[in-house]
């Protein structure tokens, strides 16, 4: 990124026609680290596409036209259609073309995890909604498979790399989309309490087949080709089904889409309010066994919200970056002014430590190592929530660098300030990312100290992070009655060790120092910019773009 100099009326040209993924040194190091480097020429072209004008204004488009219910047709029937704007399905293809539905369950390489990490973290800071029925996809394969028959009919279709917007039954279809349908308006994120019953309706080349009857409070995406569906049956319990939007014999599945949600953020994705009718579907899983089997998408989604809110992060410093190094005032551009230096490079610590989490967290999920599985089970919750909800103040603060120019609509930061606070609340918010992480400690105390003893390793020669360390294990030890209180209190201290090891195995010496310096001074926290942690912020700033 360099300075274009002082435009004639001191207004900063759009940041378009760049490459977002050379231009990241964080993210390009990880892929190379993570083993991924056979996806280093297919990235570079993805950067170049997420960059480009075309696709920038196809992500506005998708957002600024909405999408928009049907329910009736013309002549009365129940067609329960929701229509977007062809820039959707440009943004749909983009991200399916680019391997964000299904890489990981679809190349045999680990690393293939790492590489899927890069593209969602692109892709997100693009546009974020068409990511929400894309990952959900992908996430569906795992649980899928546990229904062998019905796997096999619709493997290819979760397989391909071309998105296929027609609203047709599967036997058509060259790929398919599937969502989730969990929360109920009288439990949410206690899904214990849903009411959605589902009664036995013989078996079919599919198994064991149901007529389901409920509702769902967030039903998302509604035009899927087909949803995984937790409901009751009367002898076991929660189940999980899979739910197609049409029914084998080729009519329309009793799925009645209520209303659309008006959410604040994630406008081009349509979330919704549904009732299922006597709605067709088949068992997925161990009938009882429902809630397990959903939890297992819903595992890798949260690595999803991690890898896209730091996505966030990092676009949100991208333009303030660029904003400030075109935009002048007292004489010389906003980027060299002492006070904006120091908040830049803050942002750039943050920015980069919470890239490295989200990037380490996805190289771990493909291998099955002692030491990985104890990461992913203690981390994917604590990532989550440490990262979503450092996206929303650091895109605050990105907002802010733009002054007025940063409050209105023409400009990219109001949505990317609307997007962040939504990776916070779906697949569980902070409160239930917290006490997912003291659940794997108690279920898995080995995992913890599986955890400590690597962080105790790369953080060796820095006292306050062995500090750090030793304080995270006393308070492993301490009663779950005790530590729940403190669940948010133990996630953060656990992720910022994390972080600090990341930094000091990746990162540059003098961005590692700074890190540790700012993030374990009692300063540092509730303000970004209050300290960058180091003598010469502004060589965080220029290393942090390529």
Request: hydrophobic residues 40%; proline residues 5%; aromatic residues 8%.
């Amino acid at each position: 990124m360099t300075t274009t100099g002082i435009h004639p009326d001191n207004q900063v040209p759009e940041l378009k026609d760049y490459n977002v993924y050379t231009s990241d040194p964080a993210l390009r190091g990880a892929v190379g680290r993570g083993g991924a480097a056979w996806r280093d020429d297919e990235l570079v072209r993805q950067g170049a596409e997420y960059g480009a004008e075309a696709t920038l204004r196809a992500a506005e488009d998708a957002n600024r036209h909405e999408p928009e219910l049907h329910t009736h047709s013309r002549t009365g029937s129940r067609i329960d259609s929701v229509q977007f704007h062809p820039a959707w399905h440009t943004m749909m293809s983009i991200a399916r073309r680019n391997g964000i539905a299904n890489l990981p369950f679809f190349d045999e390489r680990p690393s293939a995890w790492v590489g899927y990490g890069a593209s969602l973290y692109m892709h997100s800071q693009i546009e974020s909604g068409s990511t929400c029925p894309t990952t959900m996809t992908k996430a569906c394969i795992p649980v899928m498979r546990r229904n062998a028959a019905l796997y096999a009919d619709l493997r290819d279709k979760l397989a391909a790399h071309v998105h296929d917007p027609r609203d047709i039954p599967l036997e058509g279809k060259i790929s398919m989309t599937v969502g989730m349908g969990m929360t109920e308006k009288q439990g949410g994120s206690d899904v214990r309490t849903n009411t959605t019953r589902a009664v036995p309706a013989g078996s079919g080349p599919w198994g064991e087949e149901f007529l389901i009857t409920g509702h769902k409070w967030f039903f998302s995406a509604p035009m899927c080709d087909g949803h995984l569906v937790l409901a009751k049956t009367d002898e076991h319990g929660s189940s999980c089904f899979f739910v197609p939007r049409w029914r084998p014999d080729g009519t329309k599945n009793a799925i009645h889409i209520q209303r659309l949600k008006d959410k604040v953020g994630n406008r081009s994705n349509s979330s919704s309010e549904v009732e299922f009718k006597e709605a067709w579907g088949v068992l997925v899983g161990d009938e009882g066994r429902g809630i397990p089997t959903i939890i297992e998408m819903a595992t890798v989604t949260r690595l999803d919200c991690a890898l896209a809110s730091a996505g966030f992060m990092r676009q949100g410093f991208a333009q303030a970056l660029h904003y400030t190094r075109n935009r002048f005032a007292f004489g010389k551009a906003l980027v060299d002014q002492p006070v904006m230096t120091e908040l830049l490079a803050d942002m750039a610590l943050e920015t980069e430590s919470a890239t490295l989490l989200a990037m380490e967290l996805a190289s771990r999920f493909g291998s099955p190592a002692p030491l990985d599985t104890a990461w992913r089970r203690l981390l994917t919750p604590a990532a989550k929530f440490w990262n979503c909800k450092r996206a929303v103040a650091l895109t605050g603060e990105a907002m802010e660098v733009f002054g007025g120019n940063g409050y209105v609509e023409d400009g990219p930061m109001g949505r990317l300030f609307r997007e962040a606070p939504v990776n916070s609340i779906w697949e569980g918010s902070g409160n239930v990312m917290c006490l997912d992480v003291l659940r794997a400690v108690s279920r898995n105390p080995d995992d913890a100290h599986l955890v400590l003893d690597h962080l105790q390793d790369v953080t060796a020669g820095e006292a306050r992070l062995q500090t750090e360390v030793q304080a995270l294990r006393q308070m492993v030890q301490l009663a779950p009655q005790d530590l729940e209180r403190q669940a948010r209190r133990f996630t953060q201290r656990l992720v910022r060790a994390a972080q600090a090891g990341l930094m000091l195995q990746h990162a540059s010496p003098l961005a590692a120092a700074a890190f540790v310096s700012s993030r374990f001074d009692p300063d540092w926290g509730p303000v970004t910019g209050i300290s960058a942690g180091t003598s010469d912020p502004g060589a965080l700033v220029r290393a942090a773009w390529h």
